[in-house]
Structure formats: C-alpha cells, structure tokens
C-alpha cells in the first residue's frame, strides 16, 4: 500500500501574507463578474434558461451568479449519462481512478486553492480561516485518504483460507448503478465528497447541489473536469430536489443515496425509496448525516477558561451554521457564577461584518429564510418566564442577513431553544446544581433526539469516564475538554446516528466500504473428474 497521506496543513492569512494578498485580489475579481453556471451533463455544459440568481448572504444586493437549472429532461439525461459511464470508469481501474482524484487535490492545494475559497467565502459568508478549513483543507484531505483508503481494500478484505487445490479471492466492485448526492451548503467540501467519494471506488453519481451553494461548487466541479474527469463520472445539476430525486428514482438504476441535510428532509428520502423498491434493480445504500442538537456538560471541576473559549468558538464560529455547532450546554450553578461575566464581555468583542474584512469573526446566516427562521426562536424566547436572553439578541437583514452571537439561559431543560435544532448563533445554557451532574448527564441523554457532536468538561478522569458511558448514544463524535467541532479527515471521521443520521463516518474507511459490493470468487484448480463421494463406497 502507498505510503500514509498527512493532513493538509492550514494556512493562516496573517496580515502581509502572500496568500492573503491573494486571497484579497480573488475575492476582488470574483465581486466584478456575474458567473453563468450551467447544468454539467455527460461533460457538457448546459444552459436552460432557466435561471436563479445566488447573491452574497453579507451584501445580498450583490448578484454573484446566474444559474441554470436543470428541467426534467436535463434531469433524466443526467440519470442515464452516469449509467452509461460506469462500464469504462471501472475499466479505468481504482488507480486510474485514484490518480484523478489525487490530482483533484494537488490542483486544489496549489493553483485553485484562493479560487475555491474566494468563492466559499462570497457564496457562503465565511471568514478566512473557516474557508480554508474546509474548502481547502478537508477537500483535499477527503481526496488523499480516500484514495488511501480504497487502495488498501483489496489486501485487506482478501479471503485467509485457500485449500490445497483453490485459490480465493474477493473482487472489490463498486454498486451496480450511480449514487444521487445530495448536498448541503455549509461545508464545500462535503458537497464534493459526496459525489466523489462513491466515485474513486467505481460508482458514477448524479451530483444536486443546495440552492445556497452553486457558485463554489460549481468551481469544484470545473477543477474536478480540470483534473481529467470523465464526461459522465460526476453530473452536476442544480435544480428541485424533489424533481431530482424523482428522476433518479425512476431510473432502474439508482444505487444509492449520499446525503447531507436535514433530518426531515432524508426521512422524506427514505421513504420515497422504500416505495421505489419494485422499480430498482438493486436494493439501494442509503447513507445521511443530518441534524444535530450539539451539546456541552460541564462538570463542577472543569478547566472554566478553556469551557469559556469552547462555548465561545463552539457556538459562533460560521455564524452556529454547522450540524456540529455547540448549541446547548449544561454548566454547573459555581461554573457558571464563575464564567458568566468574562464570557458575555468575551462575546461582546466579537467584529461581525463583510467576509473580505478580516478582523471579523463572524459574518451572515445564509438566507433570508434562515434569519427569520433563527430570529424566530431568539424572539419567542424573550417572551417565556423560563428563558433570559443574557447576551447578543439583535439582528439586522438591511444589508446583510446579520446575526448577533446570542445567548439564552433557561431554568427549562425542556425549553424550545434547547431541544431544536437552530443551525444559528444561538446557544442555550441550562444551569444545574453542583450535586447534580449525574442526573444532568441523564437529561442530555434523554433531551433530544439528534446524536452528532458532544462535549464533556471534566478535571478529574472518574468525571469524564462518568460522562463517557452515560454518553455512549448521545454523539457519534465525542470531545474531551474540547469544543464538539471541528473534526479532522481520518483523525476523527465524522457522523452521528439516532436523528443525526446513518454514522458512516464520512473522513474514514467506513463511509467507502458503503459504496462497493464485493463478489467472493473460487478458483478451482484441481477440478473434480468423478461426480461420487467417498462416503457412497460399499463397506
């Protein structure tokens, strides 16, 4: 097997950096054009027509795109492009394969780099550093260890026993048929992995970007036809996701789907496939991670300055807009006389504004639907007994569609704001009694249906094993003194279970195995000649 792949290193945009001046200067020249994107069907570019115009969430006056969306036609023939790819791309074999999307990530981490995060930054209203983390780094991380990891499927799922006169073997083959991925706008790399990763393995995939995300991934699916991409491999369609998803389903050869997005949203999903079933060739894979209620338990002895920064950077950082996002901490009444103060002035330094000024930590929700969705629960909180808006609380959609980093506490731990998911900057501190923690670890277990992301904060190592196993369930990635974000390809490969999705482990071999359907293969060498068992001779 090739040697291990590292993590791509981050770079820091410090100021008079050359990669900021970069930056800066592609940000520039992305805002003085307005991008046609088309529909990308078997390698063509299509232009229906049809068009939507993304704008920039942190100066929504400015149009940074006309996009074509995919009808039903476009959508059928995207359908049948990836079936019929699918013959020569598994001829192609895992290391042609993998030496495409190896070259997807040098492109990434070198010449496209600034272009892709220009583009996440505008279209998605990240700072800096957030793009960078994920469009760059975890792209190009997915990519590596993808590859890595498909290489080392043959030798490792390999039959031990061969008998004298037979020789074993296992045929790693992908899904007959294309995979739907379907993606969401928060993280650029996710919406490239999706449709990617079912592909190094073998699989073709029909590719439905979010509405809030077409300019940087339709970028990502110019650098993937750059890198020597097949027509047909990956098929690019904005558009209706029920549309889209009908199209696909109608198709005998729907293999499966990879998703990412709401939990309401892949429910429907389920079921729309699971009434397809007599239509389908295959039984298909259904791979999802959805929502998340993240959450922090502090224990009485706990690092109180490192839970402040947690919660800090946790709740706020991209604006909470992540299914990882510390939304709801559990914090002991002498922790949280102790923190109270410092971490309301700490969020009251906090620079919100334009993406391109760098001195901001945050910037805008994604659309005006999400404001007036999170501006909804800051406001039905003011109005209970039970909650205290102690921090933040105000927005404005004027320009941008603004935010300030809130906090609520609440003497209900049952209380809307700390159940739901709110994908905002908004967190919900329920305050608990030292003797308590036990039962509080109980009430985390019990509060909500999502199990993504959780943390513990905890001194002592009984503490912290105490939550471990009274936490087993409540979060497929679990932090120790950490802040429940920011998961690293292949160091902690990513997903919940429960309402948070199917914990496939996106970053990690896992979510790969999801997408081949190995044949078991007996080669007989020494072929038997007489049809009669040794048991059937007379005594």
Known sequence: MASHPINEPILGFAPGSAERTQLQAEMDRQMSEVVEIPCVINGEEVFTGNTTTPVIPHDHGHVLANVHLAGKAEMEAACQAAVDAQEEWIGLGLEGRCQIFERCADLLAGDWRMRVNAATMLNQSKTAFQAEIDAACELIDFWRFNCHYARGFHDDFQPLVSPSGVENSTEIRPLEGFVLAVTPFNFTSIAANLPSAPAIVGCTSVWKPSRNSYHSNYVLMQLMMDAGLPDGVINFLPGSGAEITAAALANPDFAGLHFTGSTATFQGLWKEIANSLSNLRSYPRIVGETGGKDFVVAHPECDRQGLLVALLRGSFEYQGQKCSAASRAYVPSSVWE????????????????????????????????????????????????????IVGGGSDGSKGWFIEPTIIVTTDASSETMVEEIFGPVLTVYVYEDTDFEAVL????????????????????????????????????????????????????????????????????????RWISPRSVKRTLDIPQDWGYPFMQPE
């Open 442 to 513: 109980g009430l985390c277990d019990e509060a909500s249906p999502y199990a993504l992301t959780g943390s513990i904060f905890a001194s002592n190592e009984e503490d912290v094993q105490t939550a471990f196993d009274a936490l087993r369930f409540t979060a497929g990635n679990f932090y120790i003194n950490d802040k429940p974000t920011g998961a690293v390809v292949a160091q902690q490969p990513f997903g919940g279970a429960r309402a948070s999705g199917t914990n496939d482990k996106a970053g990690g071999p896992l979510n790969l195995l």
């Open 338 to 389: 102790a923190i109270r103060e410092d971490l309301c002035s700490e969020i009251g330094k906090i620079r919100m504004g334009d993406a391109r000024d760098f001195s901001n930590f945050m910037t805008a929700v994604i659309d005006q639907r999400a404001f007036d969705k999170i501006t909804g629960y800051i406001e039905r909180s003011r109005e209970r007994d039970t909650c205290e808006v």
